[in-house]
């Protein structure tokens, strides 16, 4: 409590001595605000200090509501009134993401357009090691025989039974 009282006396001091020179809080400056910050900082951040201290050491549902006004006051009247509280955030990085993000694609296309394409051959279909001839004889040994019966006989796959007979014109034909 007594650097509650430190950082208070250390506020009102300032208060009283600008309001000598005719500045009240409400007409301070950037210059009177930074005097007053400066002047009251090591106060303010002790006080804070012991405020975290007492909230590390006892759960927060059993502190004295009175300590938990005082700090919120203190620090709303830091923040707020005196703008004590300086934020360094900066747009450096996301702005360098999205230009990142943003030059990527036409980057890539550019790239893609520039430099020479690998040239692709013909598509070269595997040589059949099937004859129609063999085929031929399979299916008038038994003409009402499976792809998958013919493979096992001419041990090809029946995919490729399937193809040979497409290329011959047999159509597909379902058994009933």
Same mark, same amino acid.
């Given at each position: 409590?007594?650097? $509650? ?11 009283? &001595? ?6 009240? !809080?409400?007409?301070? /400056?950037?210059?009177?605000? +930074? #005097? ?7 106060? $303010? ?8 201290? &007492? ?17 919120? @006051?203190? =620090? @709303?009247?830091?923040? *707020?009134?005196?703008?004590?509280? *300086? =934020? ?8 360098? #993401? #999205?230009?990142? @993000? ?13 430099? !020479?394409?690998?040239? =692709?051959?013909?598509?070269? %279909? =595997?040589?059949?090691?099937? /004859?129609?001839?063999?085929?031929? +004889?399979?299916? +008038?040994?038994?003409? +009402?025989?499976?792809? %998958? ?6 041990? #090809?796959?029946? @995919? ?12 597909? &034909? $379902?058994?009933?």
């Amino acid at each position: 409590m007594a650097q $509650y009282k430190k950082m208070l006396a250390c506020l009102q001091n300032q208060t009283e &001595v600008l309001g000598v020179h005719g500045i009240g !809080p409400d007409t301070w /400056s950037g210059k009177t605000r +930074n #005097v007053t910050c400066d002047r009251c900082q090591d106060s $303010y951040r002790a006080l804070n200090h012991i405020y975290a201290d &007492v909230l590390g050491d006892i759960d927060a549902d059993h502190i004295c509501m009175d300590i938990v006004d005082a700090m919120n @006051m203190t =620090r @709303m009247v830091w923040s *707020q009134n005196l703008k004590c509280t *300086q =934020r360094n955030v900066t747009a450096e990085a996301p702005f360098i #993401v #999205v230009t990142c @993000m943003c030059i990527l694609p036409p980057l890539f296309y550019l790239l893609a357009w520039c430099l !020479p394409q690998h040239q =692709r051959g013909p598509i070269i %279909r =595997r040589l059949a090691t099937l /004859s129609d001839k063999a085929l031929w +004889n399979a299916l +008038n040994a038994k003409p +009402n025989t499976t792809t %998958r019966a013919l493979a096992t006989t001419l041990g #090809v796959t029946h @995919m490729a039974i399937g193809n040979h007979l497409n290329d011959l014109g047999y159509w597909k &034909v $379902y058994s009933t």
